[in-house]
């Protein structure tokens, strides 16, 4: 037995999980080609972010990190708010903010500006604004602080089921 030749003809054991360049060309290829039939859903309200993007595609997670007051949640409030309202749902889920305080923001955002001074009026603009904001097709998960990753993609995976 030539030990040699045997190292010498040996080949790589594929993992069934590891992909090269060449099982992918022809639908890279494809997708250079006809990149019109790859575009996602494009955020209206910042239209240079969608230029590099390209939007954002059915089946893709996007996760955004960054530290405090680094502006993750303005951010992704505007994001979630342009999708939401072109129809498409959008499910939140916040480890950080507590619901009731990210739909604070959120509702502050959709207002598009300033609320009236008078209590009263201020009130009856945030009725007439909440009424608007719940028609939106926005759903939120019920976590907080540590939580079983299991629990979250369970939730993650029936908000897809259920609302996509």
Known sequence: MDLENIIRGAEVLPHERILTFKELRTQVLHEMLNPEKYSGVPVPSLPGFTDIIKGFRRGELTVLTGP???????????????????????????????NTRLMHKLLQQYSRG???????????????????????????MKF?????????????????????
Do not use: C
């Open 68 to 98: 405090t007051g680094s502006g993750k949640t303005t951010f992704l409030g505007q994001l979630s708010l342009d999708f939401a309202e072109s129809g498409v749902n959008t499910l939140w889920g916040s480890f950080e903010i507590k």
């Open 114 to 140: 300033p609320m009236p001074e008078d209590k009263v009026e201020k009130a009856q603009a945030l009725e007439v604004l909440a009424d608007r904001f719940e028609s939106l097709p926005l759903y939120f």
């Open 144 to 164: 907080h602080g540590g939580s079983d990753i299991d629990d979250v993609l369970d939730a993650m995976e029936y908000a897809a089921y259920v609302h996509d």
